[in-house]
């Protein structure tokens, strides 16, 4: 089968290969692979700016339906469809936090995609607790957004602090950032949307899903909207997904007293911030990684309900053949989701 594989450290070094189907164990199934997304990771992986054990499959955003079940497996049919969380592909089990189910801080994790291997790809083996089967009535694209939609899931509802009436800064367009957006405006709060003029295509879906304002922060005075948007209170809710120094600063100066602010963005950096302001305005800080798996039911159960419209999340599709397109276009930010399938 052909695969796109990190075959080597460095930055590139991905190709479309030829390769082994996997071998499933009696504890797993082996999945007929219908979608996989694009991430943010995948790029960094592509870059060599995350962790990565090559050589690996890429890829971790994904739906699939069952073609073979180990002899181990119960309550898993031949042709079911499932969601599957790849972040568990490694992990010990016993530690407190996968006791917990905060598998995210297990120290011995390795998820799929880029410490085993993954989805771009056409068949996987996978073990039953990684599967969440897709709802009745939801096709097999929405279920490959239900990784990403997790994150967006477990930042808005489980991590930040909000209230009806409450305006919000959400700072950073990319996918996970729009997806927060959908998220926050199924709550009918409003919504004020910041990225760069390199974010003009992403802002303007912004617009498109709801925002009640977006901002071009290198073109228009941020501190002015937020002023003229909250009559001079400052926003109650921040959320930066960009992972840039000036996205943070913009988030902690554009917060009124008591205000909550949640990171999600990564910077592989150390930053200069304005941290007085987190005792004077006595700021809730807190940070966002991931998910649980409490969160995947949920997301799953959001998915089932179908009020949530996911119809335009999913920009683009591609042959596997075409991986180079989609990257491309989620690197110029051209894309909310790319999802590939296998030919």
């Known amino acids: ?56 499959i890429l890829g971790h955003e994904f739906s699939g339906r069952v073609v073979d079940v180990g002899s181990e497996v119960k309550d898993v049919q031949l042709g079911d469809t499932f969601s599957v969380l790849g972040a568990t592909a490694v992990q010990c089990g016993s530690c407190e936090y996968c006791e917990r189910g905060e598998f995210m801080f297990c120290a011995n994790r390795r ?8 989805a771009f790809t056409k068949y996987a083996a996978v073990r039953p607790d990684q599967l969440f089967k897709i709802p009745e009535g939801v096709s097999m694209e929405y279920g490959a957004l239900v990784e990403p939609l997790a994150v967006a899931v477990h930042v808005v509802e489980e991590v930040a602090s909000f209230r009806l ?38 802002l303007e ?42 996205s943070v600063q913009n988030c902690m100066q554009s917060l009124r007293p008591l205000g909550c602010y949640v990171q999600v963005g990564h910077f592989g950096r150390d930053l200069m911030l304005p941290w007085d302001l987190v005792a004077f305005r006595q700021l809730k800080i807190y940070g966002s990684v991931g998910y ?24 683009h599709r591609f042959p596997l053949s075409d991986w180079r397109k989609g990257f491309d276009l989620m690197e110029e930010k051209q894309a909310v989701k790319v999802l590939l399938s296998p030919e």
């Open 1 to 56: 089968m052909k695969a796109l594989i990190k075959y080597n450290k460095g930055s590139g070094n991905v190709e479309l290969r030829e390769t082994e189907e996997p071998t499933r164990a009696a504890n797993q199934v082996l999945l007929e692979i219908a979608h996989c997304g694009i991430c943010g990771t995948d790029l960094h992986v592509y870059h060599d700016t995350f962790r990565n054990y090559p050589p690996v």
């Open 111 to 118: 998820g799929m995609g880029h410490g085993v291997n993954g």
């Open 165 to 202: 009436g409450d305006v919000v800064l959400l700072s950073g367009p990319g996918p996970i950032g729009l997806l927060c957006l959908k998220m926050l405006l199924a709550h009918g709060l409003k919504v004020i949307v910041a990225g760069t003029s390199d974010d003009d295509s992403r």
């Open 205 to 246: 879906m912004a617009r498109k899903y709801g925002a009640a304002r977006t901002v071009v922060v290198n073109q228009e005075n941020l501190a002015e909207v937020i002023a003229e948007e909250t009559d001079g209170q400052g926003v109650a809710l921040a959320i930066e997904t960009a992972g840039a120094e000036a």
């Open 292 to 315: 649980t798996k409490e969160t995947w039911r949920r997301t799953m159960q959001i998915l089932g309900q179908q009020t949530l419209d996911l119809s335009d999340v999913i920009t």
